[in-house]
């Protein structure tokens, strides 16, 4: 059956009305055979990279969870998060992938962004109400990660939602020490200076 024959055909009864019934998973279940899509994350992960919306949402419906991580406890949010991804990541938020999910590292979808720069994903991430405080493993926050990798302006964006200029990682560093301390090897050295006036006009002491 053509793919878009099979999803005509099943479409209606499983989007229209609100909840996931055990009706409508099984619906789903069966649209995702005939269109041999196997259920699995890692089809949810090439549906929403190629910007696949119904099958997205046939997977979800038929009870795929949009926040079962892979073997390292990265989630489909938080992937997509450090890589920029501006569709799937609202996608997921709407489809109730919990936005402040850690990995194994403790790292959350908005620290992963802001490690990477993905200014506008950053302001997704806020928008749905990420913690913008909340601490990996090693105790670094969104702040220190952008700080790190000279973000200038996911810095800016974070100090704007109240980011804690006087976190705190596990060895006692701040993002402050981190902008003055030259000679770190990370990428984005040049924006630094710009980042640690920032901190300090936030309050920023250490």
């Known amino acids: 059956m053509?793919?878009?024959?099979?999803?005509?055909?099943?479409?209606?009864?499983?989007?229209?009305?609100?909840?996931?019934?055990?009706?409508?998973?099984?619906?789903?279940?069966?649209?995702?055979?005939?269109?041999?899509?196997?259920?699995?994350?890692?089809?949810?992960?090439?549906?929403?990279?190629?910007?696949?919306?119904?099958?997205?949402?046939?997977?979800?419906?038929?009870?795929?969870?949009?926040?079962?991580?892979?073997?390292?406890?990265?989630?489909?949010?938080?992937?997509?998060?450090?890589?920029?991804?501006?569709?799937?990541?609202?996608?997921?938020?709407?489809?109730?992938a919990d936005v402040n999910a850690q990995d194994k590292t403790g790292t959350t979808a908005l620290m992963g962004a802001a490690g990477y720069g993905r200014t506008a994903v950053v302001r997704i991430l806020l928008d749905h109400a990420a913690k913008v405080n909340l601490r990996g493993n090693a105790g670094e926050t969104a702040l220190i990660q952008a700080t790190l990798n000279g973000h200038t302006a996911v810095v800016k964006l974070l100090l704007d939602h109240g980011a804690d200029v006087t976190a705190k990682t596990k060895s006692g560093g701040t993002a402050l020490q981190y902008a003055e301390t030259k000679g770190l090897d990370f990428t984005g050295g040049e924006g630094r200076a710009e980042i640690a006036a920032l901190l300090k006009q936030a309050g920023a002491k250490e």
């Open 2 to 96: 053509p793919r878009l024959v099979a999803l005509l055909l099943v479409l209606p009864s499983l989007l229209v009305g609100c909840g996931k019934d055990a009706n409508q998973a099984a619906e789903a279940r069966q649209a995702l055979k005939r269109l041999s899509v196997p259920f699995s994350r890692e089809a949810l992960i090439e549906r929403l990279r190629s910007s696949d919306p119904l099958v997205v949402d046939l997977l979800l419906t038929a009870g795929l969870d949009p926040d079962e991580p892979d073997t390292n406890g990265v989630t489909p949010l938080i992937r997509f998060a450090m890589e920029g991804n501006e569709t799937a990541v609202p996608r997921l938020l709407n489809k109730g």
